[in-house]
């Protein structure tokens, strides 16, 4: 099996700390984990713009808000009808734990004291809520020591001879966890470089394998 530590040595050098996620509260990652499904970050930037200029981006205000009204505001994220749904569920679920008189940050702060299995099981019986979304949150909002995998991920792994191509996410997330330190820091740069490394030389047309930054790293074979 490869150096997974070497290949992080590797993309840290390059790109350097990416800072991820970008967002300025706890909320504001649980509600760009549900946008950011099937688009860019430039759109969800958009459509959370939209809620910070309207002063919505908070629990008990988009818990309140009519879905239909949701929906409109996040609009540029793209599949706006469905992402309010399944954003008013999380929320629903959020809100129906909470004691009605604790702040957001309370709320939010005993939702992730939870264990991380428990947690993840409770939020993938969330409708719309699969594993790479429920595990952003895991890790990005709640730094829970948590691996994601996305496309990016995926291509890079498959390009690199590390998975095949009918290996499942729970496969390619437990290549991570049985191979690095249970690091919630860790898999926050490493998934974020893996993203990097995803859009700017290793894209799905055209890569660009020869100034890729891991190109000495020979293919393995699972």
């Not at 540029?76 to 008189?101: T, V, W």
Request: glycine content about 4%; overall charge negative; aromatic content about 10%.
């Amino acid at each position: 099996m490869a150096d997974l530590q070497k290949i992080y040595k590797i993309l840290h050098d390059h790109f350097g700390p990416q800072h991820w996620w970008p967002a300025d509260s706890v909320f504001e990652v649980i509600v760009g984990a549900v946008l950011t499904q099937n688009t860019n970050w430039q759109n969800v930037s958009r459509a959370l713009d939209n809620l910070k200029e309207d002063n919505l981006l908070s629990l008990p205000l988009l818990h309140a808000l009519p879905r239909e009204v949701l929906a409109e505001k996040i609009k540029p994220s793209g599949y706006y009808n469905l992402k309010a749904r399944r954003l008013k569920n999380l929320l629903d679920l959020l809100i129906c734990e909470a004691d009605p008189n604790y702040s957001e940050d309370k709320i939010l702060a005993d939702f992730f004291n939870e264990d991380t299995i428990s947690l993840r099981q409770k939020l993938l019986t969330v409708k719309g809520i699969g594993p790479e979304t429920a595990d952003s949150i895991l890790l990005y909002a709640g730094e829970k020591p948590i691996f994601v995998i996305d496309t990016y991920t995926w291509r890079v792994l498959l390009r690199h001879g590390l998975v095949g191509e009918e290996t499942d996410y729970t496969e390619m997330q437990e290549l991570f966890m049985t191979n690095l330190p249970h690091d919630s820091r860790l898999f926050n740069e490493y998934h974020a470089l893996l993203v990097r490394l995803g859009k700017e030389f290793c894209k799905k047309n055209n890569p660009l394998c020869d100034a890729c930054p891991l190109h000495k790293i020979e293919p393995l074979y699972v």
